[in-house]
């Protein structure tokens, strides 16, 4: 998914001991720049050992709590959703996201975004394998896009994919 990158060095016995073993990094640990404002954590799994090299797949990915935390004030509203998707190769994605607005929503305007959102996202996992999917969530395309159709229902100060887990089992994406 994202290419061949050293991830970090691990300290093993024997490298059959590796497998399963879940490593946490940052997107800017990950890509080699200084990315300004990154909140989000990639969740990796080592699967496979070849010599020295582990290889890993995609688990998900998770934002910075205190960042969600600060951005939730006394009288704006956090819209929350939680689905389950397939994304066009048959990968199943647990995606929770949140949405905050500029002021008090009422409960009809918060189902209507919340609406937005979910369709947004399904629509989106449908039409994209899931490499790309993870493209959009991650580089903040999809956050955008949930933005400008929401925003139509009522003003928005935020969108944020706040997290991601992968069903069990399913195909390799080699990091």
Do not use: W
Request: hydrophobic fraction near 40%; include cysteine; glycine fraction near 8%.
């Amino acid at each position: 998914m994202f290419g061949e990158i050293k991830a970090g060095d691990t300290v093993a016995d024997e490298p059959s001991n590796l497998i399963g073993r879940r490593v946490e990094m940052t997107l800017g640990e990950l890509t080699g720049k200084l990315i300004k404002g990154s909140n989000l954590k990639l969740v990796l799994a080592i699967e496979e050992v070849n010599h020295n090299m582990a290889y890993t797949k995609f688990i998900g990915h998770k934002m910075d709590k205190g960042y969600l935390r600060s951005l939730a004030r006394k009288g704006v509203s956090k819209v929350d959703s939680n689905i389950d998707v397939v994304t066009k190769d048959g990968e199943e994605l647990c995606v929770k996201s949140s949405c905050f607005t500029l002021r008090k929503a009422s409960g009809l305007q918060i189902k209507l975004i919340r609406k937005v959102m979910e369709d947004i996202i399904r629509n989106r996992a449908k039409s994209l394998e899931l490499s790309k999917y993870i493209q959009e969530i991650i580089l903040g395309k999809m956050s955008s896009d949930i933005y400008n159709a929401a925003k139509k229902v009522y003003p928005l100060r935020r969108v944020e994919i706040a997290k991601t887990e992968r069903a069990g089992g399913g195909k390799s994406a080699h990091v």
